[in-house]
């Protein structure tokens, strides 16, 4: 058994084609199909079925191989990876995409993983979840940052997201409003307010899901702007419905212009704010680094 093999098998197994993944690799099919050989006889069992109609499917021993073998390809990879780091003076690049409203916890980890890692280059953007994880899919990106909820329909195939905290939906008013002083409000307190809304997937479906409980509020508008959000709010035109997670770093919230109202007697969302990487994309040791601060950041606010 070698390492070649390995490589082999799981390139195979990637395009369920031998061609593809000679040409991928640089060598002969003929190569290939004869390490794969060597490497079934030598495990004795049936790893591909070959056929010209289907081409090189896994078996259902080989499935259990293929798994123990993608890991053991990202581990050499991520020995490459140290190897480089430790060797090499190139200058290396991280791509994140984060929700509006989470940008304040990637930039306090960039403090600090900027401390260890000054060579690394970070590229920052601003997208809806949906954008987010499409661009995790298509790899455009090493990971993204948002939130999440398991009423939400989305298409996760591919990715893997990692909770890293759990969020309550909460009510924002102006100081100024009667409900600052409430303290709780009912979904019946608020059938007569104005709403803000930000144009999220997550905030769309709770929005929508409480106009069918109870009754549609008048919208004042929906921005994918949260400095329109945050300014409706502060001049009393408007409440909103957010995670607390998202608002509890906006200076507003922070300085008590925008006041955190409990919704009660409402049946609650699932809210996590955590990561989302592509499950076949191999991520640097710095980007590891990164997501060690991004955690610790988020956990200890």
């Known amino acids: 058994m070698n390492i070649e093999q390995l490589l082999y098998i799981v390139e195979v197994a990637k395009y369920n084609s031998l061609s593809i993944a000679a040409q991928n690799l640089h060598v002969t099919q003929s190569t290939i199909s004869q390490s794969i ?30 798994k123990l073998a993608y890991e053991v390809q990202k581990k050499l990879e991520e020995i490459k990876e140290t190897a480089n780091l430790m060797n090499s003076t190139e200058v290396g690049e991280l791509k994140i995409s984060s929700l509006p409203g989470l940008m304040t916890f990637l930039v306090k980890a960039i403090s600090a993983f900027r401390h260890d890692f000054p060579h690394v280059n970070l590229e920052v953007t601003e997208k809806s979840g949906n954008a987010v994880i ?4 298509q790899h455009k990106i090493d990971f993204g940052l948002i939130t999440y909820s398991s009423d939400l329909s989305v298409n996760m195939e591919g990715i893997a997201f990692e909770a890293f905290i759990e969020g309550k939906q909460k009510v924002y008013v102006s100081k100024h409003s009667p409900l600052a002083f409430l303290g709780t409000v009912t979904p019946n307190d608020i059938l007569d307010q104005t709403l803000v809304t930000y144009k999220g997937e997550l905030m769309q479906y709770f929005v929508q899901d409480f106009f ?3 009754k549609p509020l008048k919208i004042l508008f929906t921005s994918n702007n ?38 009660v007697n409402h049946s609650t969302v699932n809210i996590s704010l955590g990561l989302v990487r592509s499950e076949n994309k191999h991520l640097s040791t710095f980007g590891n680094k990164y997501i060690h601060y991004l955690k610790s950041e988020i956990i200890k606010s």
């Open 37 to 66: 050989t060597n490497f079934e006889k030598e495990l004795g069992i049936k790893i591909l079925k070959r056929s010209r109609g289907h081409g090189a499917v896994p078996t259902d021993e080989g499935r259990i191989i293929l």
């Open 134 to 137: 499409e661009d995790v899919r």
């Open 226 to 263: 949260m400095a329109g959000v945050l300014q409706a709010i502060n001049e009393n035109l408007a409440i909103t419905f957010a995670p607390d997670f998202v608002m509890k770093n906006y200076p507003s919230v922070i300085n008590g212009d925008i006041i955190p109202v409990d919704l």
């Open 212 to 214: 069918k409980r109870y």
